[in-house]
């Protein structure tokens, strides 16, 4: 499958990383779940993290965001030190800058559509509300659902919920967006439609770190893969060398049994479509 042209500055290599995780180390208990992670993301990429279940990836995601914090190591979003971040207004505004869309929707059930959409700008952006009307509007049509405003979360598919939750996430006009597998809990026949939203806001340049299992998704849509292993990095590169030329035995042990064990294909581009991802739970900015 071909790479994604996203038409990227030959500028982006030179600047500062956008994110950058040095020999981060975290342990719950007696159970160490990263055992020094560095990772890059500069602006404009998208960054695939790939390994086993277990292996540590939707962890580093937390770090990134402050949901977790380590024991030792730095982590670092922009100009903000977040290994460093203590006091929930610190937090809250990083979270304002970074979305995050989980396994689950998070949607609010008691809200329309367009309501989860509003609500975070609103209230914890302080935006004027027809604005923020506005702009949701134009994030539901990016992602088809314009037609669904008033329906409520338990009246949608999965797989809308995940393009609301995607579009809820945009709304907040985040710098950096996370996905955490975020079509894992989808019935395969869905998955197509979410995959094509992530790809129109990766070819649109958005900054984006994606843990996956879809290998040829990411594949296809990544500058940079990460293939991580019982909380190491194993191996890093671009992403026609990690998949078709990987250096360790490892990866390609990996990778053997993720493409031929029922991987799930992306799948071809239809007309063009953005997604959105979700504000990190409101309840962590109200």
Known sequence: MTAIDKTRSTSVAEE?????????????GANEVLKGIDLEVRRGQAVSIIGPSGSGKSTILRCITGLLRPQRGTIRVGDTQVDTLRSEAELIALRKRVGFVFQQYNL????TVLENLVIAPT???????????????????????????????????????????????????PELILFDEVT???DPETVGEVLTVIR???????????????????????????????????EHGPAPRIFGRPES??????????????ARTAPARPAPLAEALPFERLRFAL
């Not at 500062?16 to 719950?28: C, I, N, Q, T």
């Not at 035995?249 to 029922?262: I, Q, S, W």
């Open 249 to 262: 035995e490892r990866t390609r042990a990996f990778l053997r049994r993720a493409l031929g064990e029922g």
């Open 184 to 186: 894992s809990a989808l």
């Open 16 to 28: 500062a990383p956008l994110v950058a995780l040095g020999d981060v180390h975290l342990r719950f």
């Open 123 to 173: 209230r914890v952006a302080g935006r004027d509300r027809a604005a923020a009307q506005q702009e949701a509007r134009a994030l539901l049509d990016k992602v088809r659902l314009s037609h669904k405003e008033a329906a409520y979360p338990g009246e949608l598919s999965g797989g809308q919920q995940q393009r609301v939750a995607i579009a809820r996430a945009l709304a907040m006009r």
């Open 108 to 111: 609010f059930p008691h809200l």
């Open 200 to 234: 129109d806001l990766v070819q649109e340049g958005l900054t984006c770190v994606l843990v996956t299992h879809e290998m040829r998704f990411a594949e296809e849509i990544s500058d940079q893969v990460y293939f991580t292993e019982a909380g190491v990095i194993v």
